[in-house]
């Protein structure tokens, strides 16, 4: 069991990644409802720095598919944008998660992930493409368009951090639990 115990948290942040990855494809993530900085977030704050390259491999390799075979886009400096959060939030998880992941720092963590998201991310779409005027008015259209997504992202986001954090939190407890039996008998 102590095997098992020590093990789960590495299985469970890879399989998260590699479900998000394929979560995205498969159903291309229409209402943004993929917890995508949630997994970020618990990986960074399990996992090893020199482990990241996995993970942004993985979702860099998604989005680049999604992007160029599946809706037909050039690639742009947008994706870039996204490509850098994911790097941004992972720093994030490692610094502020791994250490003390309480569920007031992993609602900071994804809140500020996500909202930081949706105002780099809208921006750097204002910019590249040309659906929306180059003014304010303009970047207040792309702001107001993207909320419906933003609203989903964000829920899915702070349910699933808070449910992956506290079951990772639930399995180590577990493991004291077993450890300080193992040392009473």
Excluded at 100 to 128: D, E, G, I, M, Q
Aim: charged share 10%; aromatic share 14%.
């Amino acid at each position: 069991m102590k095997y098992i115990e020590s093990r789960f948290p590495i299985v469970l942040s890879y399989l998260l990644i590699l479900g998000v990855a394929l979560l995205r494809i498969e159903l291309f993530n229409p209402y943004n409802v993929v917890p995508v900085f949630s997994c970020l977030l618990l990986f960074a704050a399990t996992r090893p720095v020199r482990e990241f390259v996995l993970p942004l491999s993985a979702l860099v390799g998604v989005d680049v598919f999604l992007t160029t075979h599946q809706y037909g886009y050039p690639l742009t400096l947008d994706a870039v944008v996204t490509w850098i959060w994911y790097v941004i939030v992972m720093l994030l998880g490692s610094g502020l998660l791994r250490s003390l992941p309480s569920w007031r720092r992993v609602a900071a963590s994804t809140l500020l992930a996500s909202v930081s998201f949706f105002l780099v991310s809208n921006l750097a779409v204002w910019v590249v493409w040309q659906m929306y005027p180059k003014s304010l008015a303009g970047l207040g259209a792309c702001y107001l368009a993207a909320l419906p997504f933003f609203r989903n992202s964000l829920t899915s986001e702070l349910c699933f951090s808070l449910l992956l954090f506290g079951l990772m939190g639930y399995v180590k407890s577990l493991a004291i639990l077993g450890n300080d039996r193992h040392a009473h008998c």
